[in-house]
Each structure stands twice: as structure tokens, then as C-alpha cells.
Nanobody
Framework: QVQLVESGGGLVQPGGSLRLSCAVLGFSLDSYTIGWFRHAPGKEREGVSVISNSDGATYYADSVKGRFTIARDNAENTFYLQMNSLKPEDTAVYYC??????????????????WGQGTQVTVSS
């Protein structure tokens, strides 16, 4: 059974950092497109960062570019989102996701087959 299990969310002050983890059960993540999405109250769900399985290219939303980093550890079958210089507008429920193909557009959330349960990130002073 395929399962994505998230951890690492919490409350952090503006300018702080958090590292989200997504443990993958049931498949090897290196053969999948993997990524992170977020859903803020009153806003549309948006893609945050993705590693494509087509060429390994990494993609970031403009709003997080330069602050967030996506990475994967194949040995642990886990991938991460390192979030630095956090802003209040980063507050959202963050979801990890995976898909065996290369979704187009890359941030098309509806095409991802597998999802984590979500973890709350709150950036507030």
C-alpha cells in the first residue's frame, strides 16, 4: 500500500526555519515526480516545489524561490522541504505529493496520485 507520511510542521516566528519531511511507503521515490503543495485559508492550493522524474529538474514557485529547498534521500525513501526566511504569508497546510509521471503543468495538483495527510505551518510573531 502506498502511503506518504508527513512531519515537521509547527509554529515559527517570521524569519525562522522549518524542515518538513515526507516518508514514502510502498514505492521508491526516485522513480516518481515528488513535490510539495500548500493550501492557505481562503486561497487556492498552490505548488511550492517539485523534483521531476523526467530529468530530475527542480522547480519552485516564485513566491518561495531562494528561500525554500526541496531535497530527497533515496536511502531513507524520504523527501524534504527546507524552509528558510519564513514569512507570515507562508502560513498554510503543507502537503507532500508523488506521481509516477511528469505532470504538466508541473504544479498541476490534480494529476498527482499520492498525497500526504498535511502538516500545519504557522508563521507568526
Amino acid at each position: 500500500q502506498v502511503q506518504l507520511v508527513e512531519s515537521g510542521g509547527g509554529l515559527v516566528q517570521p524569519g525562522g526555519s522549518l524542515r518538513l519531511s515526507c516518508a514514502v511507503l510502498g514505492f521508491s521515490l526516485d522513480s516518481y515526480t515528488i513535490g510539495w503543495f500548500r493550501h492557505a485559508p481562503g486561497k487556492e492550493r498552490e505548488g511550492v516545489s517539485v523534483i521531476s522524474n523526467s530529468d530530475g529538474a527542480t522547480y519552485y514557485a516564485d513566491s518561495v524561490k531562494g528561500r525554500f529547498t526541496i531535497a530527497r534521500d533515496n536511502a531513507e525513501n524520504t523527501f524534504y522541504l527546507q524552509m528558510n526566511s519564513l514569512k507570515p504569508e507562508d502560513t498554510a497546510v503543507y502537503y507532500c505529493a508523488a506521481d509516477p509521471s511528469s505532470p504538466q503543468p508541473i504544479f498541476s495538483w490534480s494529476t498527482y496520485d499520492y498525497w500526504g495527510q498535511g502538516t500545519q505551518v504557522t508563521v507568526s510573531s
